[in-house]
């Protein structure tokens, strides 16, 4: 797992570079609420007008979820949804806590978050085409979010160096599909 969080860490600085003159890229971040701990998503990138909140996660699917099916003992692509809905239901808490000051190396100025899982496993566009399914498992439901596969996510980042744009407009035309990097060519 450390080893797939270091290298989203490494896309995220070789192909966001432009992003560093205005940002900082941290790391996981420890920090207390009251007497309780907590962890922050595995990568901070913050700027003036963003924050954005990068976790990473080596879960793999099954071949029922690959296949959209659901197995007789309930493993498969509804059980994998909830489990990216409750990954999701977690942001908004950490989001709370940088406003409030809890996270100490991040000031908060009324910067937009903006979250993202990264899985290890690819995605198979589930973040364009499962969208509103995920949605509808969240507890506190939200479009704050963009979820991808590694590979998409080099893509992504490729494609937002390539095109000189932030990550957050080239995820933008992810979700709106004003890039091709969902399509098989």
């Not at 992003?19 to 207390?32: H, R, T």
């Not at 007497?35 to 595995?42: E, G, L, M």
């Not at 996510?153 to 957050?168: H, P, T, V």
Request: with cysteine; charged share 30%; proline share 2%.
């Amino acid at each position: 797992g450390k080893e797939f969080e270091e290298y989203i860490g490494e896309l995220i600085r070789f192909y966001n570079i432009p992003l560093f003159s205005c940002g900082n890229l941290l790391p996981e971040q420890d920090y207390k609420v009251g007497r309780n701990s907590f962890r922050s998503a595995d990568w901070l990138l913050v700027t003036d007008k963003n924050i954005f909140q990068i976790e990473c996660k080596k879960r793999k699917l099954n071949n029922y979820a690959k296949a959209g099916i659901e197995s007789e003992n309930k493993t498969g692509i509804g059980t994998y949804i909830k489990s990216i809905a409750k990954e999701l239901d977690k942001f908004p808490q950490k989001e709370n806590h940088i406003k409030s000051g809890k996270v100490e190396k991040i000031i908060y100025k009324d910067q937009l978050f903006i979250n993202v899982i990264v899985y290890l496993d690819e995605m198979f566009a589930l973040n364009c085409y499962a969208r509103e399914e995920i949605k509808s498992k969240m507890k506190i439901s939200n479009d704050n979010f963009y979820i991808l596969g590694c590979y998409e996510f080099e893509i992504l980042c490729q494609y937002a160096n390539d095109n000189k744009m932030s990550l957050k407009y080239a995820l933008d035309d992810l979700v709106n599909e004003r890039t091709e990097i969902n399509q098989i060519l």
